[in-house]
């Protein structure tokens, strides 16, 4: 099958294009020239030059090909509103409209469960789960969302949503990867309600595994939730000290001065320009209990998630091998 992939040199598309090309399918990836896209070509991946704001670039990277992975997207905590609704909504819908036009034969959109805005207490978060987004991402992931939809419903257009949780692995540097492995590991061992509050992990190699999967068996029109079993932050920093060959010791912070920190911090970009490093959107994934709820995905795309432990060490190895991170401690010789 002859693939186009949107995001190609993103966290997830790195991962993505040489694993649907060592499971031997033909992978174009729509990059822009500025962008750092010259080891898709030495996979074998070839190269569309364009942007999913430019509905003809689009148009022309979408032509002779069988499928679509929409994975571009602006993913962050705080940025300019058009950037979030030029990317996410409007490159959605000239990524739909194309593929309608060039009769895909099916196009995987890449959402997020953050759609879903702030849990509630108590609830778990199946695909039923009423979305009330909070943020300028969350918003515009589920209008992306309505686009595909939309196309589904009144242009026939065979295309499955997956909502994945968060990501961690290999390629990442943001966000999960961030917080649980690079800040920890440099010595920025700081956690809000002792650890107990809940995160959705998802493997990005497993969601790889999951969109597959998606291009041959998933449903038209269905949605579904693609994240590990939700998991304590505390559950999570111990496993990354122990595979790291370190304390998994932590300051507890009271909620109170972390929301004001990140109140203030936020409030000072409107006059930097530059994203604070916890800016106050961060608060709706770090307070609150991400209880996740992906049954239907391991029923209908045979998603296994890859245990913790083992996916910490793979996402681990890499950092070490890029010395991003300083490498494991060992124990320290017996003395004679």
């Not at 956690?191 to 998802?202: A, E």
């Not at 969601?207 to 932050?233: F, K, M, P």
């Not at 916890?278 to 045979?302: M, T």
Request: aromatic share 12%; glycine share 8%; charged share 20%.
């Amino acid at each position: 099958m002859r693939i186009l992939v949107t995001g190609a040199t993103g966290f997830l598309g790195r991962n993505l294009c040489p694993y649907l090309r060592d499971q031997g399918h033909a992978v174009r990836a729509l990059v822009r020239p500025t962008s750092d896209w010259r080891f898709l070509a030495e996979q074998g991946v070839d190269i569309a030059f364009g942007d999913v704001r430019d509905p003809e670039a689009v148009a022309r990277a979408v032509e002779g090909c069988e499928a679509v992975v929409h994975a571009a997207a602006y993913f962050r905590f705080w940025g300019p509103p058009e950037v979030f609704h030029s990317i996410n909504v409007v490159g959605t819908r000239n990524v739909v409209r194309a593929a309608v036009r060039a009769g895909v034969r099916r196009l995987v959109h890449i959402s997020t469960v953050a759609v879903i805005g702030r849990p509630r207490p108590g609830t778990v978060i199946d695909e039923s789960y009423p979305p009330q987004p909070v943020d300028l991402y969350q918003r515009t992931k589920l209008e992306a969302e309505a686009v595909v939809l939309e196309a589904v419903w009144q242009g026939g257009l065979p295309a499955v949503i997956l909502r994945p949780g968060a990501f961690y692995g290999p390629w990442g540097r943001y966000a999960f990867n961030r917080l649980f492995f690079e800040d920890f590991l440099r010595g920025l061992r700081l956690q809000v309600h002792g650890g107990r509050r809940y995160t959705f992990p998802i493997f990005v190699p497993d969601l790889c595994r999951v969109i597959e999967a998606a291009l041959g068996r998933g449903r038209t029109g269905e949605i579904y939730n693609v994240a590990d079993q939700s998991r304590r932050h505390a559950e999570i920093y111990e496993t990354v000290a122990r595979v790291a060959g370190t304390s998994a010791w932590r300051i507890n912070v009271p909620a109170a001065p972390m929301w004001a920190l990140a109140w203030l911090w936020t409030r000072l970009a409107a006059w930097t320009g530059r994203e604070p490093y916890y800016p106050l959107a961060l608060a709706s994934y770090v307070f609150y209990d991400w209880v996740v709820y992906s049954e239907k995905a391991r029923r209908e795309l045979g998603f296994t998630p890859t245990p913790l432990e083992e996916g910490v060490r793979q996402t681990l190895e890499w950092y070490w091998s890029q010395g991003i991170l300083p490498p494991r401690r060992r124990p320290a010789a017996a003395s004679p």
